[in-house]
């Protein structure tokens, strides 16, 4: 009779396995993440945030929170900079207008911006959610193509395809995703 009564106080204290963030913590990208998500040194905040975020993404989809952040963060990284080539200061220049001029992004500097781009969407987001529940939906959808940080890393793109015959005007290195 003992045993029965133990059996079924077993049976309700845990039915769901819930996200086990420890064992992600070591990881480069999250960890990454963490450090972006944190102001004013409060570590411990910026990884109850992510874990929530990731705790919320576990709930739609059990199991894959990792592997949506991933392919999250890896459709967001930016492969592409823009910078701004100021007009001519002669009085009758030809191009009398600024140019953009395309220049090619490391990959890692590209995640860190791909990152950034992700904590900025999610901000902009309405604030009546909190910011775990923006954080995850902004992932989520980066890991599908869509949201507002995929659409920005698709027009820059589309801008410096469009300028990729002024490459040869800036100083920075022959760019090597864009043909001429």
Do not use: C
């Not at 059996?7 to 070591?26: C, P, R």
């Not at 975020?53 to 576990?58: E, R, S």
């Not at 989809?61 to 990792?66: D, N, S, T, V």
């Not at 090619?104 to 910011?131: C, D, K, Q, W």
Request: aromatic share 8%; glycine share 6%.
């Amino acid at each position: 009779m003992l045993e029965a009564i133990q059996d079924k106080t077993s049976l309700n204290v845990k039915l769901k396995d819930t996200f086990n963030f420890l064992g992600i913590k070591k990881d480069p990208l999250v960890g990454k993440m963490i450090n972006l998500l944190m102001k004013n040194g409060k570590r411990s905040k910026a990884e109850k945030v992510l874990n929530r975020a990731f705790q919320m993404l576990d709930e739609k989809y059990p199991g894959r929170a990792l592997h949506i952040f991933y392919f999250g963060v890896f459709e967001a990284r930016r492969d592409i900079g823009i910078r701004l080539k100021p007009r001519a200061k002669k009085r009758r220049a030809v191009n009398a207008y600024s140019v953009y001029l395309p220049y090619s992004i490391s990959p890692l500097r590209g995640l860190n911006s791909g990152m950034r781009a992700l904590l900025v969407a999610s901000r902009r987001r309405p604030s009546t959610r909190p910011f775990w529940d923006n954080l995850s939906q902004e992932i989520l959808e980066s890991s599908l193509g869509k949201g507002e940080v995929v659409s920005q890393r698709y027009s820059l793109n589309k801008l410096a395809d469009s300028n990729k015959r002024r490459v040869h005007l800036g100083s920075l290195p022959i760019f090597p995703l864009i043909s001429h």
